[in-house]
């Protein structure tokens, strides 16, 4: 069970997931090939591990807040009511905007700021946040 889905508080509803993507896996695959063939093959084990440290990365906006972890066996994690993020900053490098994923920072009020890498589609992430910001603050 995810994380998020495993902390969400009564009557609290997810409404959107930010996906991680698997280009942010291509690195540790190129690695991994370079290093197993150097390694006699250890170098493979680079790429399942890649893979759960990409997959430990987590991002979600429910009715209420901005719930964010990262990390697998030492974890992070920011919860931010919808009302207190002050901002949401997209950071792409050149592979991010052309295979579209990037890192979300999260900031409160309080000047907290959580990085969440290889979002797939940060943008529509963003735009949904504030899309939930502004119908929350109708209410």
Same mark, same amino acid.
């Given at each position: ?5 495993? *902390? ?16 942010? =896996? ?8 370079? =290093? ?8 493979? =084990? ?36 919808? *009302?207190?993020?002050?901002?949401? &900053?997209? +950071? &792409? ?10 890192? =979300? ?11 969440? +890498?290889?979002? +797939? ?11 939930? &910001?502004?119908? *929350?603050?109708? +209410?």
């Amino acid at each position: 069970m995810a994380y998020i889905d495993a *902390n969400l508080i009564k009557n609290e509803t997810l409404l959107y997931r930010g996906e991680v993507t698997l280009w942010a =896996l291509l690195p540790w695959v190129i690695w991994g090939v370079i =290093l197993g063939a150097i390694t006699a093959g250890l170098g493979l =084990l680079l790429i399942p591990f890649g893979y759960f440290v990409i997959r430990s990365n987590e991002a979600g906006i429910t009715d209420r807040r901005v719930i964010a972890k990262t990390g697998i066996i030492k974890r992070d994690t920011i919860e931010i009511g919808l *009302n207190k993020v002050s901002s949401l &900053q997209i +950071k &792409q490098s050149i592979a991010g905007r052309i295979l579209g994923y990037g890192s =979300l920072i999260i900031c409160d009020v309080g000047a907290s700021r959580a990085p969440i +890498k290889y979002i +797939k589609d940060p943008m529509a992430f963003r735009r949904r946040f504030f899309e939930l &910001q502004e119908e *929350n603050d109708v +209410k």
